[in-house]
C-alpha cells in the first residue's frame, strides 16, 4: 500500500522561499506520474505543478509559472516543489499526488494522496 507524506511547509513573508517535499513509500513510484495541487481558504482545490515518470517533462500553473520548480529523485522516492518569490495568495493547503501514467492538470482523479502541509504567506 503506497503512501505519501508531505513536508516543508509553514509561514514566510512575501518574497520568501520554502521548499516542499512529498516522500513516498510502501511501493515503488517511479511509473506513476506526480503533481502538487493547492487548495487556497474557501476556494476549490487547482493544479500547481506537475512532472512525468522520469523528470523528463514539466509543467506549471501560469500563476507559479517562473516561480515555482517541481523535481523528483526516483532514487530516494522523493518529490519537490521549490517555492521562490512567494506572494499571499499563494497561500493554501499544498498536496502531492500520484497517478499511473500521465495525469495532466486535473484537479481530482490520483491513485495516491498525500495528507497536504500549509503554506501561509504573509504580506
Known amino acids: 500500500q503506497g503512501r505519501l507524506v508531505e513536508s516543508g511547509g509553514g509561514l514566510v513573508q512575501a518574497g520568501g522561499s520554502l521548499r516542499l517535499s512529498c516522500a513516498a513509500s510502501g511501493r515503488t513510484f517511479t511509473d506513476y506520474s506526480m503533481n502538487w495541487l493547492r487548495q487556497p481558504p474557501g476556494k476549490d482545490r487547482e493544479f500547481v505543478a506537475g512532472i512525468n515518470w522520469i523528470g523528463s517533462i514539466t509543467y506549471y500553473a501560469d500563476s507559479v509559472k517562473d516561480r515555482f520548480t517541481i523535481s523528483r529523485d526516483n532514487g530516494k522516492n522523493t518529490l519537490y516543489l521549490q517555492m521562490d518569490n512567494l506572494k499571499p495568495e499563494d497561500t493554501a493547503v499544498y498536496f502531492c499526488?500520484?497517478?499511473?501514467?500521465?495525469?495532466?492538470?486535473?484537479?481530482?482523479?490520483?491513485?495516491?494522496w498525500g495528507q497536504g502541509t500549509q503554506v501561509t504567506v504573509s504580506s
Open positions: 499526488a500520484a497517478r499511473i501514467g500521465r495525469a495532466g492538470r486535473n484537479t481530482y482523479d490520483y491513485d495516491y
